[in-house]
Structures are given as structure tokens and as C-alpha cells.
């Protein structure tokens, strides 16, 4: 009984801290100090207990949802057809055969609770040395309990609703409850086997998903006329689901190894919430990550100084920079040859008025270049933050303002200099298309097409390396924390894809792009030029 | 040369970490600044360095006799307890590149190899990237950056916990014969190592700075009187 309720007063602690932390961050209330609530003593539980009262109102409702969406899903597979309503006795037996799946197979086996971490079991056996089977008994009981009160009472009341009896859902609840023993003693004698706690593996969970959508949606679908009730309320069902619960209890009862499996499972990172943040937030730089190979690279040797850093940078970030750029100016050169060759041979009126109206494709070379400029110039500032700005911009020096404006037309240039080469060679293959074409679009208006896509190559490093140094967005634990980053960034997105939903391009279409791309990065630019120095700062 | 401390406050929130610490540092040296845990001893490096700035109070500095002035750009090093480099450049790239943008503030001549030599970075390690350094390296490398920059200033935070016992004797010699031309501020819990290296101590005592007789510094009863100031605030905020 101790036991019980030294875990019944943590919990009461978590979840009542938990309710100050938030409360304390919400914008009118954090002006003052919560703070002197945490030492709040009987006050604290007193939050606990609303806590949990809005835990058990959460997790109702959640399975309320849940039983719904099994209901809507039965009516709108209108599996009985010409039949009308969700609450008919028809719909009983294709309840059944989700019911089963779903919560049968996948619900029982996704984590049962002895091999899922929780800080709780962190607290009370890493961190406060409870017999771990102790812990297990009392935690394991009250959470099966709860899952059993909380869910028989809903599954009586959607059997009754169907005409199957409220009996029928006092059944199923009842052997849902000894699956779910079943399962926890599946679970349990695999990582008494193997070592090994399935239960956390993103694998098993997606086959585990998977494959219960894929049973529910066979079983319907084959055999839509089946009573899985028939089988689910059997008195033999009953009975050897009832063998299976026990032998699944006496199996958890005898486990010897609770405390190698809290050590397994709950680790730090699993626990709490900060570093599986900082876990989950370091693992974005995955592809930025410098590999032992691109290190080999040196830096152009005449350089000194602040281009000497930028071309060691750059030069040890080609895989990232120029690679991707390398096989885009192959795909183009391999276009404009195969596509010259076709159109010297297959050269007639069609492909000349074809080409005569080049002009109009634009919009999509405003998405293409948007997809192939953004994608290296966000990877690129990524790594810039991540190899080297998180470790230079701790040192003052770095920060000075003239010092960021320097860094910053240092790194522009090359940026620029690799959107352009892609740019270019989109205006070298259209020429060469035009030209093998016999197509004959107006002198000027060609020019501003032109121009126009050498533009976006500007506008394009512009944005990636302002939005960079105007906002800064990343936090020295690696997380992205700026709304206006992520906003601007979408807004660029929409508008890019809105381009190639044109129907037809009116013919100022390429001015329009010249004068919003020309605008666009001398405010930007104006932006860096006063802001940056301020702006540019570690989180 | 003088840093003069004049009522600096800073507050995180409703936590006011600073306030209004006021000191004068009256000449070169190396001065050991005192806390308990979570005193602000970090907190007050921040407001130094511009790492924040400070809500209210400022900072001067008088060089070679003349009238005080505000902090300015380079008059500050900051040494972080955790040593930062950029991990992408070798130990010799990181330190040519720094002797550039520097232009050698001292005149020494000396070449990157010459520097590396004088911290203790063996001939090999200096052509390895700094990802592979240990800590110790690191902030050999970190420290290279105020020896060659030569800020008047020297922030410490908690420079030699986590060095071995030869290169922590490496960074104390090194510290010595730095003391000459800079204010060193080193921040420790180590009281030994504070008596063993400073020629002055800065207890920072409830948001306050406050200077520790250094006559006592080398006598029994300094650790006794550090202690009972520190342990005066750890009531002090057990009580508040």
C-alpha cells in the first residue's frame, strides 16, 4: 500500500508541475512569477486531481472518437446496400471485425504498458531505486484497470445502440482486458528471448498499423456478410481468451528481469521531453552533417582571411553545393542535346510556332528554379549554422557588424554564382531549342525572359541567405524557432506553385517576374544590410 | 588599466540576477570571481561580452591612465567553460585565418605553428580537423584567440575543471604570463585553485559584487570567511 501511494503521489507531482509549467507560459499569466506554486504542497495535489480529472475526461473522449469513427467507417462502407443509418444490427458484424483488428491486435500489441518508458518508471525505479516488480504490479494494475473501466462502460452503450445487447459490450470489454494481459506476456517473454523491446521500434509499429488496417479492410471486404459476434461472444471464445489472460497475468507475476527492462526502455532521451526535443531537433542537420571525405578538400591557397574561412567552407560543402547543381547541368546539357538533335530532324511548322511562344513557359521555369535554387540554399545555410556559425558566432569578433555584412556578400556570391550557372544554362538550352526549332519569339520580349530567369537565380540566393541572416532561426539546441522564418518561406512556396497553375501567361508575365524578383532582393538586401548585425545572433 | 563595474542589473523573467553589481577592477592581473551555483556568475560574463546586454548599469574601461570609456568592440575575450571552434577547420587553418583577420595586434611575428607550439599542440594535431580535438585542445585553441587578439579583458568561465592535471598546469603557467597585459576574470568552484592562481578574489554574493581582503587571500582563515559569505546567501535565498 506504501508503494501504491508513494506512485500515486509522484504522478500527483509530474502531472500537478506539469499543469504550472504551462499554466505559467500562457501570455497574460506568465507576466507573473509561478513559480512559488511548485513548493505549493496539498495545493499541488489539489491541481492533481483536476489534472487527472481532465486526463480521464481526455481519454473518454478519445475512445468515444475512436468508437465513432468505427461507426462512420461501417455506415460509409455502405457494406449492406440500400441500407440507410449507422445504428442498425447489420453493422454489428463489420463492428466486430474492426473491433478486432484494431483494438484486438493492433491496440493490445502497439506498447503494452510493462515494456512502454513513462517517467514515472523513470522516477520511481532509476531514479528513486523502487523494486521495479513492485512498481510494475501496482502501476501495471491500475493502468489495466482504468483501460477496462474506461472502456466496457462506451463499448456497452455502442452494443446496445447496434441491438446486440449491453451484455455484448460488457463481453468484449471483459476480453479485450485478457488480450491485453495476453499481450503484455507476449511482449515481455520476446525481450526475455531477445533482449530486445519491440514495442518503441518504428518498424513494428508501421507493420503493426499496416497490418491491421489490412486485415480490417480483407475481412470486410471478403467476407462482408460474416458474424465475427458469433466467435467474439461464444461462451468457447470466452473461455480460452480467459486460459490466455491468465496464463498472460501469471506470466507478468513471475517476470524476474522488471528492472533490466525499466533500464532498457526508459532512458533520458525517452523521458523527457527536452532531449527527445533536442534528439528529434539535431536529427534535421542529418544531411548536413560533414562526412571524413569532405574534409580532404583545402581552401584556394592566395585567398587570406575572412575568403580564405568562406573557401574552406565552401570548398568542404560540395557535396552539398555543387554536386546537386553538377547532375542538374548534366540533365540540362543531355536535354538541349538529345532535344536539339530531335528538333534539327523533326523540324517543321509545329515545332517552330512551338518555339515562337517560348516565352510563356516561365511559370515553370519559376518552379523549377524555386525547387533547385531553394533546395540548395536552404541545405547550404543549414550548414553554415550548423559546421560552422553555432561555434564562430560565440566569439564577439564574429558578431561585429561589419564583420556579418562582409561574411554575408562573401557567402552571396558564391550562392549566386551556382544559382546562376543553373540559370544560364536554362537560358543556353531554351537558345539552343529556339534556335534548332526555327522559332522566332520577339527580340525583346525573349530578352526579358531571359533576363527574367537570371534574375530568379539572384532573387533565389537572396532570399535563402536573408531569411538566413535576418532571422536567424535555429537555437543553439538545434531547434527552429521562428514563426515569421517558416511563414516567408511558405508564402515564397505558395507563390512559386501558384506560377505553374497559370492557365495562360499573359505576355508581361516576365516583366512582372523581373520587377518582383528586382524589388524583392534589394529590400532584402536593404533588410541584411541594417538588420543583420543585429539579428544575427545564436538563440 | 581599470574595469570599472557600475551597477549592472539583469533579470530573467521575474528572477532578477543581477542587482546592481558594482566593482572595480583596479589593474592588470588575474582576479578569481567566487559563486555559488546559479549565483550569475555566467550571467554577469553574458553582460560583459554583450553576449545580453544588461537591463540597467554600465561597464568602462580605463587604458594606460586615460579617462574612462565604454566597453568597445575587442576589448572583451570571453573564454566559455564549454570551448566552441569550428569544427570544419584544422587547428593551423583556424589559427592563419585568425592571425589574418587580426593582423597580429602584437607585433610578435610569430607564424601559426609558432603559436600552436607556444599552447602545446603538437605538430601533428595541428593539421587535424578541430572536430577530433579533445576538450583540452579546444580551448588551448580558444585561448590562442585572446593571446593573439590580446583584448584587454579576459573572461573565463570555468577554464580548467575539465583538464587533466598537465594541461591544466600548461593553462596556469599560461594564464601567468599573460597577467601582466590583461584583467583576467576567472570564474571557479574550486577555492584552491582560486587561491593557488589569483591575486585578487571577487565574491558575487546575492546579485552583488564584493571584493575579498587580499591580505587574506594566503592565511587560514580566508576559506573560512569565502564560506561564510557564500554560505550566508545560500540561507539568505533559502529563507527569501
Redesign the interface.
Known amino acids: 500500500m506504501g508503494n501504491a501511494w508513494t506512485i500515486f503521489r509522484i504522478n500527483g507531482a509530474i502531472r500537478g508541475n506539469k499543469l504550472i509549467y504551462w499554466v505559467g507560459r500562457l501570455p497574460l499569466i ?1 507576466r ?2 509561478t ?1 512559488h506554486l511548485y513548493s505549493a504542497g496539498e495545493g499541488k495535489f489539489a491541481l492533481f486531481i483536476i489534472q487527472n480529472l481532465w486526463w480521464v475526461v481526455r481519454a473518454i473522449g478519445g475512445k468515444v472518437l475512436y468508437l465513432a469513427a468505427l461507426l462512420f467507417i461501417v455506415a460509409s462502407l455502405a457494406l449492406n446496400a440500400g441500407a440507410q443509418g449507422v445504428l442498425r444490427p447489420d453493422n454489428f458484424g463489420p463492428f466486430c471485425w474492426l473491433f478486432l483488428w484494431f483494438s484486438f491486435l493492433v491496440g493490445t500489441m502497439l506498447q503494452p504498458h510493462a515494456v512502454a518508458p513513462s517517467q514515472l518508471k523513470y522516477i520511481c525505479v532509476r531514479m528513486m531505486a523502487m523494486d521495479a516488480w513492485r512498481y510494475q504490479m501496482i502501476a501495471g494494475l491500475g493502468h489495466h484497470l482504468a483501460e477496462l473501466a474506461g472502456f466496457t462502460p462506451l463499448l456497452m452503450i455502442v452494443t446496445a445502440l447496434l441491438g446486440a445487447g449491453a451484455w455484448a459490450g460488457l463481453v468484449i470489454g471483459l476480453e479485450l482486458a485478457l488480450v491485453r494481459l495476453a499481450a503484455e506476456a507476449v511482449h515481455l517473454a520476446l525481450y526475455s528471448r531477445t533482449g530486445i523491446s519491440i514495442g518503441n521500434k518504428v518498424w513494428y509499429i508501421i507493420l503493426l498499423v499496416v497490418l491491421g488496417m489490412a486485415g480490417a479492410f480483407v475481412s470486410l471486404l471478403v467476407w462482408p456478410q460474416a458474424r465475427p459476434q458469433d466467435v467474439l461472444l461464444h461462451p468457447a471464445a470466452v473461455a480460452a481468451l480467459a486460459v490466455l489472460g491468465v496464463l498472460g497475468a501469471v506470466y507478468m507475476v513471475r517476470f524476474p528481469s522488471y528492472y533490466r527492462l525499466a533500464l532498457d526502455t526508459c532512458k533520458a532521451e525517452n523521458i523527457s521531453p527536452e532531449l527527445a526535443k533536442q534528439k528529434a531537433s539535431g536529427s534535421q542537420f542529418n544531411d548536413v552533417k ?1 562526412k571524413d571525405s569532405d ?1 580532404t578538400a583545402e ?1 584556394d591557397s592566395h585567398l ?3 575568403p ?2 568562406q573557401s ?2 565552401f570548398h ?1 560543402h560540395r557535396r552539398m553545393l555543387y554536386r546537386p547543381v553538377k547532375i542538374v547541368l548534366a540533365i540540362l546539357a543531355g536535354v538541349t542535346v538529345v532535344g536539339a538533335a530531335g528538333l534539327l530532324i523533326f523540324r517543321g511548322a509545329e515545332t517552330e510556332s512551338l518555339f515562337t511562344i517560348v516565352p510563356l513557359s516561365l511559370p515553370y521555369c519559376v518552379f523549377f528554379l524555386y525547387f533547385m535554387d531553394n533546395n540548395v540554399g536552404t541545405r547550404i545555410c543549414k550548414a553554415m549554422f550548423y ?2 556559425d ?3 558566432l ?4 564574429y558578431r ?1 557588424g561589419d564583420v556579418v555584412l562582409k561574411n554575408f556578400l562573401l557567402r552571396f556570391t558564391r550562392l549566386c554564382a551556382v544559382n546562376l550557372a543553373v540559370s544560364g544554362a536554362v537560358c543556353v538550352m531554351f537558345t539552343i531549342l529556339t534556335l534548332c526549332a526555327g522559332g522566332r519569339p520577339p527580340l525583346g520580349e525573349y530578352l526579358v525572359f531571359l533576363a527574367a530567369i537570371l534574375c530568379l537565380g539572384v532573387f533565389f540566393a537572396v532570399h535563402c541567405l536573408g531569411m538566413y541572416y535576418l532571422f536567424q532561426p535555429y537555437t543553439s539546441d538545434l531547434q527552429v524557432k521562428n514563426p515569421f522564418f517558416s511563414g516567408i518561406n511558405l508564402a515564397v512556396y505558395i507563390a512559386c506553385y501558384a506560377c505553374i497553375q497559370i492557365r495562360s501567361t499573359p505576355s508581361w508575365f516576365a516583366l512582372l517576374v523581373l520587377a518582383v524578383t528586382v524589388v524583392y532582393s534589394a529590400v532584402i538586401l536593404a533588410l541584411v544590410y541594417r538588420r543583420a548585425p543585429q539579428t544575427f545572433r545564436v538563440k | 588599466m581599470e574595469l570599472i563595474i557600475q551597477d549592472l542589473v539583469k533579470s530573467f523573467g521575474t528572477k532578477q540576477v543581477l542587482k546592481g553589481a558594482s566593482y572595480t577592477f583596479p589593474r592588470e592581473g588575474i582576479y578569481g570571481l567566487l559563486g555559488r551555483n546559479g549565483a550569475g556568475k555566467t550571467t554577469l560574463f553574458n553582460c560583459l561580452s554583450a553576449e545580453y546586454p544588461p537591463d540597467s548599469g554600465k561597464v568602462e574601461l580605463a587604458l594606460n591612465g586615460a579617462p574612462p570609456r565604454p566597453l568597445g568592440q575587442g576589448d572583451i575575450g570571453y573564454v566559455l567553460s564549454t570551448p566552441v571552434v569550428p569544427e570544419f577547420l584544422t587547428g593551423y587553418e583556424f589559427v592563419k585565418f585568425f592571425l589574418e583577420i587580426t593582423g597580429d595586434p602584437g607585433n610578435t611575428g610569430r607564424t601559426p605553428d609558432d603559436w600552436l607550439a607556444l599552447v602545446g599542440i603538437d605538430p601533428d594535431d595541428r593539421h587535424r580537423l578541430m572536430r577530433g580535438y579533445s576538450h583540452g585542445m579546444k580551448n588551448k585553441v580558444q585561448m590562442l584567440c585572446f593571446l593573439i587578439g590580446r583584448p584587454p579583458v579576459i573572461l573565463l568561465d570555468e577554464p580548467l575543471t575539465s583538464f587533466d592535471v598537465v594541461a591544466a598546469l600548461e593553462m596556469k603557467n599560461l594564464l601567468r604570463e599573460m597577467k601582466d597585459e590583461h584583467i583576467l576574470i576567472f570564474s571557479t568552484h574550486i577555492l584552491q585553485l582560486a587561491t593557488d592562481l589569483c591575486d585578487e578574489i571577487v565574491v558575487l554574493n546575492r546579485g552583488l559584487l564584493e571584493g575579498v581582503d587580499s591580505a587574506l587571500i594566503h592565511t587560514p582563515e580566508f576559506e573560512q570567511r569565502i564560506v561564510d559569505i557564500l554560505k550566508d546567501e545560500g540561507e539568505g535565498e533559502e529563507h527569501g
Not at chain 1, 560565440?394 to 569578433?397: L, V
Open positions: 506568465r507573473f512569477s513559480d560533414l574534409l581552401g587570406t582571411g575572412w580564405y574561412l574552406l567552407f568542404r559546421n560552422c553555432l561555434a564562430m560565440k566569439y564577439p569578433w561585429q
